[in-house]
């Protein structure tokens, strides 16, 4: 999921300090019980297509959302992925969505996202909540492992691009979103995982993915190409497409 870089300067030109502080200091770390979990994200289940058609059906109709082509592949891999988070943790040491909605922790605020994941907003500005609110930043999924707060980064890019997930990867990105929920949990230790296809994984021209994965972070391809990702694409916007055309007759 796409997210915004933060400013230097508020509205009216203000100096807006704490976004000018310096990187956060932090530690990767993993677990038996995380690392579980990375096999287990990177392996195909057996009933995958029924897992894709139940996301396609989903997300499709609530909300009486238009999905833009270009949000289709992101939204399939990140609801995929928090499918396959859900369905892991039960009954395992494992928290999903440890920080609850409307969290506030110094000047930030923790709202979910409409694919349930969480956005950081600014709570001064939150009585002028609207779709063009200004968001900091986003995590596609957060869970703490066997006591270890783990942060989520789902990247699906589009045809020809890694650019998407070697960005993810770099240290200087992961040490900004970890800014925003160190003080929440209390800690410099998490895990990172950062989630893509094969082609993206792959990629062995990336030095952010090697400098990634040497400092701790967890890299996992999804069991899924990218053209593969296209034509389930296609048909999450074909049926959003047709569910709200049959739904604006029904009205008139």
Do not use: C, W
Request: hydrophobic residues 35%.
């Amino acid at each position: 999921m796409g997210t915004n870089e933060h400013p230097g300067k508020g509205q009216g030109g203000r100096e807006n300090n704490r976004f000018s502080e310096s990187p956060t200091s932090f530690e990767l770390a993993t677990n038996p019980l995380l690392d579980e979990f990375a096999e287990f994200l990177r392996a195909k289940p057996k009933n995958f297509n029924e897992i894709i058609e139940q996301i396609i059906h989903q997300e499709a109709r609530p909300r009486n959302r238009v999905i833009e082509p270009n949000k289709a592949r992101g939204i399939l891999a990140e609801v995929y992925t928090r499918y396959r988070l859900m369905e892991f943790a039960r009954n395992r040491d494992i928290v999903v969505d440890p920080i609850p909605h409307s969290a506030v922790v110094d000047h930030f605020i923790f709202k979910k996202s409409i694919e349930g994941g969480m956005r950081v907003l600014d709570i001064d500005k939150i009585g002028e909540l609207k779709p063009e609110y200004p968001q900091f930043d986003e995590y596609d999924a957060l869970m703490v492992a066997s006591g270890l707060p783990v942060a989520i980064e789902v990247k699906s890019g589009t045809k020809g691009k890694t650019n998407g997930f070697a960005s993810a990867t770099n240290l200087r990105t992961v040490s900004r979103k970890l800014k925003y929920i160190k003080n929440y949990f209390k800690t410099d230790k998490f895990g990172y995982m950062a989630v893509s296809l094969p082609e993206r994984v792959n990629d062995s021209n990336s030095t952010n993915i090697d400098k990634f994965k040497k400092r701790g972070g967890i890299v996992v391809a999804l069991p899924i190409t990218s053209p593969e990702l296209d034509t389930y694409a296609g048909r999450l916007l074909s049926q959003n497409d047709q569910y709200r055309k049959s739904k604006s007759q029904i009205i008139k």
